[in-house]
Every structure is written in structure tokens, then in C-alpha cells.
């Protein structure tokens, strides 16, 4: 018999308003709630939360192969003797569920992680964040986010009308440009002659980075390799393959990391590690996770570069009635505890559960 038993069940956030990017429109968030239960009767939680046109899984293919896996798992788990290293490789084609299981195993056995040894309480600069939205009312949110302390912000962008890009990268850079840091983000939208187009109008202004300006790894280190603007890669950047012909390619300056959504803390290490050697800097970012995977991703952050701002705002786009664990203070986010000296409010992951 299983000293640990696995359970799932989903449940859904809902968004404060529509958060639309240039490939989708965001109305409300589905995860699973992952529950690991220990021989003493207590449990470890985690969310697992793939997105919609990022993932290459589905809550549905999760459901199946969690179903079909789930005693294999257990197992597995049962005997570990250090590190996720079984578990994770029974779920490598599903990193968003890795993530999951990470973080049920983190809070369920808080005190056998030896990746959080070399912790140090710190504190994280974030980015604010703007959906796709009108030319006009952009600048009015964008200048609210200054009035609050962003220091950087990230615009989301990818018209139909590639002028109107332009336009408002010009408008936010001219007006802005010289009290924050601008990112650029267009999910891939762009095809390679349009996105040349626009990084010529806009070669010369003041902008941290463009993000996945085009969908293809090379035609985006093409684009970084002409010009003068940074380049961050998201969607293109994902397994650990990706990273190495990134860094062959010289593809680009930064990297968007998802823990949610590419493999949790684990594969963290391992792409830190990677790029070592590298110019290349780690963002760490949200993907509109619950609290409970907010927290695992900020979590990560504390182990990332300190001197850059990370995309840690998703949650405040969410109706969500249970806060995070960490507390964001204006721009800033302190991480002063890990799982291993005070676990996630237990508390308020019950009440989760018992809305299900």
C-alpha cells in the first residue's frame, strides 16, 4: 500500500476584466489542484494551470494521464530518497503538471528539499502589465502604473494594423521612455517582414526588449542579430533544447521563464545552469496562476537574477479572494520565508478545496 495518495480536482479563476493579447482573450483561469496526502493524514497542495496558447497540454490530457499514471506516481514518490527526479520524469511531457507535483511535494515534505539551502531572504523589483488595448487608453493606464511606482512596465502588442504598433511603441517611448523601462511583448504575431518593418521605425529608442516578436527562434535571432533592440524569448523558449540553439543562434538577450508553465523549480535550475555561461538573463513571470502557483513562481524568482524586474503582477488581473502568500508592496514583492521554515496558509488552501 501508497504511504502517500494522489488527488486532483480543478477548479476556476475568474479575471477582473478581459485581458486580451495579441492571440487570445482571457475571461477565466482553469487549473487542478493537485493534493498529495501523507501516511499521518496531512497533505501538500499545487496548482497545476497550462494556458491556453502557450502549453502543449490541456487540463484534459492531464486528467487522462493522471488517471492512468496515479499509482505509478504514488510509488514513485514513496521512494524517493532525495529530489523529484522519478516523478518528474513520469510527467517530462507535461510540464505544467511537473510544476504541480513540485509544489504538492514541496509543501507536503518541506523540510527534504536541499535545493533551498542556499536561500537568502531578498526582495524582487516587478513589472507592471497592460493587456492589449486602445492607443489612448494604454497611456492612461501606463502613466497610472508610474503614479504607482512601476519602474518597468510590459505592454502587450500585435495589431492588425502593424502602424498602430508603431505608433504606440513611439507614443509610450517619447512620453515615458525616460523615467521607466518599456517591454514590448507580441506573442509571436508578427511574420518576419513585418516585424523588420517595425524594429526599423523603432531601431533607436529606448526600450528594454521586444518579446517574441516573431514565432520562429531563428527568424527572431535574425531580427536580434540586425538590429539594435533587445530581444526576450518566451513561447521559443521552453525545453532545454530550445535554450541550447538559443544560445548557439545568439538568438537573444532574455529569457521569459513560466514555472507554471515549463517545468517548475527543477527545470529552473537546469536552464539556470545552461545559460550560465551565457550574456542571457532570466525574467521570471507569472502566467495568471491561483495564489497557490503565484507563490511557487515567486518562490523561484528569489533564486534569479536580482538586478532586473520580474513579471510578478499576473495575479492582481485575477478575482481571487485568497492573497498569496508573499505581499507585493507597490513595485516590489518581499520573499522573506521559504516552504521549509513556514508552509504555504494551509488554512486557505482548505477553504479551496472545500469550494470544489
Known amino acids: 500500500m501508497n504511504q502517500v495518495s494522489l488527488n486532483w480536482k480543478t477548479y476556476k479563476t475568474q479575471f477582473i476584466s478581459t485581458f486580451s493579447t495579441s492571440s487570445n482573450r482571457f475571461t477565466v483561469r482553469e487549473s487542478l489542484l493537485i493534493i498529495l496526502t501523507g501516511p499521518e493524514g496531512n497533505s501538500g497542495y499545487g496548482e497545476c494551470a497550462p494556458l491556453k496558447g502557450f502549453s502543449r497540454e490541456s487540463i484534459s490530457n492531464i486528467v ?3 488517471n492512468l499514471k496515479k499509482t505509478e506516481i504514488e510509488k514513485a514518490i514513496d521512494g524517493l530518497s532525495s529530489g523529484l527526479e522519478k516523478v518528474l520524469g513520469i510527467s517530462s ?3 505544467s503538471l511537473q510544476s504541480g507535483l513540485e509544489q504538492a511535494y514541496f ?6 528539499i536541499q535545493l533551498f539551502d542556499s536561500f537568502i531572504p531578498c526582495t524582487r523589483e516587478i513589472n507592471g502589465l497592460l493587456p492589449l488595448l486602445p492607443h489612448i487608453e494604454t497611456l492612461q493606464k501606463l502613466e497610472e502604473l508610474i503614479a504607482e511606482g512601476y519602474g518597468t512596465v510590459k505592454i502587450k502588442v500585435g495589431r492588425e494594423n502593424i502602424k498602430e504598433d508603431i505608433d504606440l511603441i513611439k507614443a509610450s517611448c517619447q512620453l515615458f521612455g525616460n523615467r521607466i523601462s ?3 511583448d507580441a506573442n509571436g504575431f508578427w511574420d518576419i517582414e513585418s516585424a523588420k518593418y517595425l524594429f526599423k521605425k523603432i531601431d533607436n529608442l529606448p526600450i528594454q526588449y521586444i518579446e517574441q516578436p516573431v514565432k520562429s527562434m531563428t527568424e527572431a535571432a535574425k531580427l536580434y542579430n540586425q538590429f539594435n533592440i533587445p ?8 525545453s532545454i533544447k530550445q535554450i541550447g540553439d538559443i544560445i548557439s543562434l545568439n538568438a537573444c538577450s532574455y529569457i521569459i521563464y ?3 508553465l515549463s517545468g517548475g523549480f527543477s527545470n ?3 536552464i539556470r545552469q545552461k545559460i ?6 532570466l525574467v521570471i513571470t507569472g502566467a495568471f496562476e491561483s495564489f497557490l502557483g503565484f507563490d511557487h513562481t515567486v518562490l523561484v524568482s528569489a533564486f534569479a537574477d536580482q538586478n532586473i524586474a520580474h513579471g510578478l503582477t499576473t495575479q492582481r488581473h485575477l478575482e481571487n479572494s485568497l492573497n498569496s502568500f508573499y505581499k507585493i508592496s507597490g513595485h516590489s514583492i518581499k520573499i522573506d520565508k521559504i516552504y521549509r521554515q513556514n508552509r504555504l496558509n494551509i488554512n486557505k488552501i482548505v477553504a479551496l478545496e472545500n469550494q470544489l
Open 231 to 238: 530581444v526576450a524569448l518566451d513561447e521559443s523558449a521552453v
Open 258 to 260: 513560466k514555472p507554471a
Open 93 to 95: 511531457e507535461f510540464p
Open 276 to 281: 550560465q555561461d551565457s550574456k542571457i538573463q
Open 268 to 270: 529552473f535550475i537546469k
Open 182 to 184: 518599456l517591454r514590448f
Open 64 to 66: 487522462d494521464f493522471l
Open 107 to 112: 509543501t507536503l515534505f518541506p523540510d527534504s
